[in-house]
């Protein structure tokens, strides 16, 4: 059996008086979205090729590493590679923007970011400037899984 093809995605960032639909999604996936107005978050919407919304991602940068967050793809178009895409284009981001390594936290989906190269750490293996973001002190719970990939 072939593998699918990659969604293709375009990536619109998103300005922080639009991200209204960003918040109502990620309420409605269950993942935190406190914190979203702060403007030196970094959010994309993607959309497909026909312009249909297909999920949303984000970064923050603490320079040399980033705090990947926020990725929640629309209900009816999960389970179609686009998750596997946007993760990748956040990489990319990433790396344009100098970073060595991606660290994130979930609660629900660590297979799925393991099969992306990404591996569990300990929170105290965790550069500081990422352990002190709003979304890793508070707003993530301790149960969360803490993961990291190398992007440099």
Known sequence: ?????????????????????????LVKA????DDIAAPHRLFWRFEREDD???GFG??????????????VILPPLRR???GRTIVAALE????????????LLTTSEANFFARLGYAPCQRHDVPDAIRASEQFASLCPATATVMVKRVS
């Open 30 to 33: 269950g993942l935190p979205a």
């Open 1 to 25: 059996m072939m593998a699918a093809a990659a969604p293709r995605l375009r990536a619109l960032p998103l300005a922080v008086w639009e991200r209204d639909a960003l918040k109502a999604a």
């Open 58 to 71: 984000g970064l923050e940068i603490h320079a040399p590493d980033a705090l990947m967050r926020s990725v």
């Open 92 to 103: 990319q981001e990433a790396q344009w923007r100098g970073c060595q390594a991606i660290y």
């Open 80 to 82: 179609r590679g686009i």
């Open 52 to 54: 249909m919304p297909a």
